[in-house]
């Protein structure tokens, strides 16, 4: 099947899937009894360009020293050879008989085969270009395994001569190599992975030299050195095994997630993989050194083969695998304390060594089944973030009778279990606020999976509990960002004074007394504050709203490499503590806090852009005004070392505030906004210092009331800066539109609606108390409230009669009633009299004028309302096992609450969901041909060039930097994924008389996943550019409107 995941293997197949189109709509024209016309010049240039691409094919064969290649391309190419004797025999044929059915049958065979037999060419030589980058990958993996024999600097500069060459064509090849992909995430996957790997080349290298020096002058620190040199030969090896990856990938997922079940379990499967020979030598080796490479590539085996465990989807396939692991690593306990004791070569450990070879291919074989069956399960888990979690709950509150395999309630459930998470670390009304909210969306979703166990899911009760589930996820959401906001506000206030205390701490001389304490001490605490602040990072990516993959995944990224380094930057610290002479451990130091610093600084930064500013910055007011009135207290107490420490938190707090609004006035490139919040921002700095220099006075002398004063007035100003920049950065929820996935109010409640004999006509009245769930009480008959809604009409129509006009006397002399005031009551209309021709016979000229007699024809009726009733009318629910037409749901879904008028986006959105639901009936057979399939996929792409069109358009008018860079990168693949529509629809249509075949079934899921990745990314591109839509450009005609379509019943 095509595959198209480089740029050169789309831009041929797209010419050749043109006109294969062309050949399947002749063909079907054909069944309806219409003569075929003469192929013979287009099958004749077919010709000479397959004998063209057959001739550059051998050649490549020949020339090629892959043997994969030389087994896989001969195939493909006389599949593209018999394709066209096919094409010729049909042209011949159809000269003499243009209704041959025999001709048309040989028609289509061949084009099916050019197209697939094209297609298969091309990858057989991509896949051959990928295992030359892999194999370059694999020599510098080779070069790593021998870092633990560099025992000398003259070994050292030998290998950094070998490994530099190999080192710079690696990452030479994968660079070029990810231009070339079409897929952006694979791409973002390499430059993370090489980038990874430049960083660690210099570390490597100091790792090696620290250990080197430190063992040659025998000194302490050698444990902590080997440590550290591993652990840094270890992370170049799993992101050089993650590049070979990402290399062999040739589709992807749009909905997919670095932390999904099946990519985390793939990774660990590919570890395995590339660690399994490493592990296998070291055990064959009898001499092999304990805690060496080899015994940390066979425990990291074990530790990757329980990761797969954990994630499989069926419980028997993890407990073997984690049964054979344990089995396993008794085993090598077995063996490496044996080989300590110098009996490595005896007949027990040669068995155990044999015995554990045999069990991790068991083991390799067991991961893999289990990965694949995981793969095949397609069973869905919930979002990775909470919003994604509460769009999964409100479809399923939506459409509560639908089966979705418990994902919403699983994701209502998890968003529990995240919540309570996120209270751990608050205290006061917050934390009592959050856990309330736990128990009352814990007790609405019992109460739900009642209703649905006892088949009333569709009952009036069910849809009020799901009213009220709603709105409390909303609830608990907004909750959880706030929390997680202040949070963010108090950790990352400050985050490197813990590194520097433990830096000074190492360099202290020797002979200072409690020395090593003081250090420990130092260490533990910048050990606490790391882990603090990568916890809170990767909890505010998953609880904490932000919905772009890319922030949410860096943030997880960073957290996770600052968590890895902590333990490396304490041992690297403690070697300069045990030898501050030796001046390779103090570079490597140094080189470590480098890392350290751009990483946390890197998530630090990745955090802002995910948190509202304005919050963020009210959040930080706050804060400093407790801050504030610990100070006070501190004074009242004669405390100084409070002071010190308060008013020192309300200087790093207004440092972070200066930083994140200066972040704000350099991503726009709105004139007026720059200037407004710089100016805010000078403002605040000029009153830091005068608030420090007060502070530090009143610290020396806490009872002069002058100190006092002076500290007070200088905090205040610092306080009303705040303040000044707060509302020049402004509060984007004011200017929003209300959040992507908001519930509108909730409907009435009918479920006490009952028609009933009224008891008396004489108890009717307009209004009438609300019914309790608890005790319904029937309301009168039908006709009570026509009615009731005939006398609302008439008090309303006096209310118009007895209302003066605009201009009158009347009118200016009325007073003018207050907001909420009672009305005067509205006199009753006059009492209709009886028509009497006479009355008006005496009145002469005073009698009213006859009015015109009825034309011949009707004027013209106005034309309707543009409304997208037909978008809703038309729109066909989807089943469960239509997976393209819920793809389209999906998008419809999205689109529906906004109205189409005045927006373009949203009204080629709606078209292209409706245009995909058409093609999801189209390839399941239910309706249309050959031709209506071509056409509606091209459709589909000519609505996704539209739409890239107009968000590209949005995107340049857009005055925030990262807005419009966001939309640009969602939008830029959707043109992309339509080309690809268009040929999958083709090859899909070529498979007329192979209904049912592998090849039919495999081009379908092909087909599935294409139409979803393209809904998505539409999805994503209408949720970016709605966001966009508030920063625009003033003068840049900018005519889009986004106006929020309302529920009937409000």
Known sequence: MPVFHTKTIESILEPVAQQVSKLVILHEEAEDGNAMPDLSRPVQAVKLAVDNLIKVGYETIHNSEDQILKQEMPPALNRVEEASVFLIQASDMLRTDPYSAAARKKLIDGSRGILQGTSALLLAFDESEVRKIIRICKNVLEYLAITEVVESLEDLVTFVKNLSPVLTRMAKEVDTRERELTHQVHREWLQRAIEQVKQLTPALISGIKIFVTTKSQGGPGLEEAQSNRDYVTQKMSNEIHEIIRVLQLTTYDEEEWDADDITVMKKAQNVIDGKMKQAQDWLVDTQAVVGGAGEHALRQILEDSLCIANRCVNPEDGENITKTVSNIESMINALCELRQQGKGNTPQALSLSRGIVQMLRELQDKCQKAVTASERSGLKKPAHTVGGKLEQAQRWLANSAMDDKGLGQQAARMMISDALKVAEGLQGPKRAEILQLCNEVENLTDQLNDLARKGMTNSPQARAVAAALSQKLNQLKSKMQDALVTQVADDFMDISTPLKMMSDAAMTPFGTPRREENFEEKARNFSNHASKLA???????????????????????????????????????????????????????????????????????????????????????????????RTEQAVMNLDAPGIVNNTSSIARRAHRILQVAKSEADNSEDPQFVERVNDTINDLRNTIAPMVQNAKILAQNPRDPQAVGGWRGANQQLINAVGRVRQAVGDRANHQYPPHGSDFPAPPDFSHLNISEPSSRSSRSLTSPKPSLSSPKPVDDFQKLVDEAESAVRSAMSGLWSAPR?????????????????????????????????????????????????????????????????????????????????????????????????????????????????????????????????????????????????????????????????????????????????????????????????????????????????????????????????????????????????????
Request: aromatic share 4%; charged share 25%; with cysteine.
């Open 806 to 1050: 605009h201009g009158s006397p009347r009118a200016e002399q009325m007073p003018h009633r207050q907001l909420g005031s009672v009305p005067p009551p509205v006199p009753p209309p006059p009492a209709p009299e009886s028509y009497n021709p006479s009355a008006y016979r005496d009145h002469g000229e005073n009698a009213p004028p006859r009015p015109p007699l009825p034309r011949d024809t009707a004027p013209p009726r106005p034309p309707p309302p543009e409304t997208d009733d037909e978008f809703e009318m038309t729109f066909p629910a989807p089943q469960a096992n239509q997976p393209i037409m819920m793809a389209a749901h999906a998008l419809h879904m999205d689109v529906k609450q906004w109205s189409s008028r005045d927006n373009e986006i949203i009204a080629a959105a709606k078209k292209m969901a409706l245009l995909m639901a058409r093609l999801s009936q189209l390839v399941r057979g239910e309706g249309g041909t050959k031709k209506d399939l071509i056409d509606c996929a091209k459709a589909i792409a000519e609505q996704s060039e539209e739409v890239t069109r107009i968000a590209k358009g949005l995107a340049m008018d857009c005055t925030d930097k990262r807005m419009r860079t966001n939309l640009l990168q969602v939008c830029e693949r959707i043109p992309t994924i339509g080309t690809q529509l268009k040929i999958l629809s083709t090859v899909k249509a070529t498979m007329l008389g192979a209904q049912g075949s592998e090849e039919d079934m495999e081009a379908t899921e092909m087909l599935v996943g294409n139409a979803q990745n393209l809904m998505q990314s539409v999805r994503e591109t209408v949720q970016c550019a709605e966001a966009a839509s508030i920063k625009i450009r003033v003068d840049s005609g900018y005519s889009i409107r986004w106006t929020r379509k309302r529920p009937w019943y409000t």
């Open 535 to 629: 916890a809170t990072g990767r909890s505010l990516a998953k609880s904490g709203g932000c919905n772009d993959r890319r922030t949410v995944e860096g943030i997880q990224t960073c957290a996770q490499q600052v968590d890895d380094l902590i333990p490396h930057m304490v041992k690297a610290a403690r070697i300069v503590l045990m030898n501050p002479a030796n001046q390779a451990s103090v570079e490597h130091f140094d080189l470590l806090k480098g890392q350290w610093t751009e990483n946390m600084e890197k998530l630090r930064g990745l955090i802002d852009e995910a948190i509202d500013t304005a919050a963020f910055i009210r959040a930080n007011e706050e804060g400093i005004l407790q801050d504030t009135d």
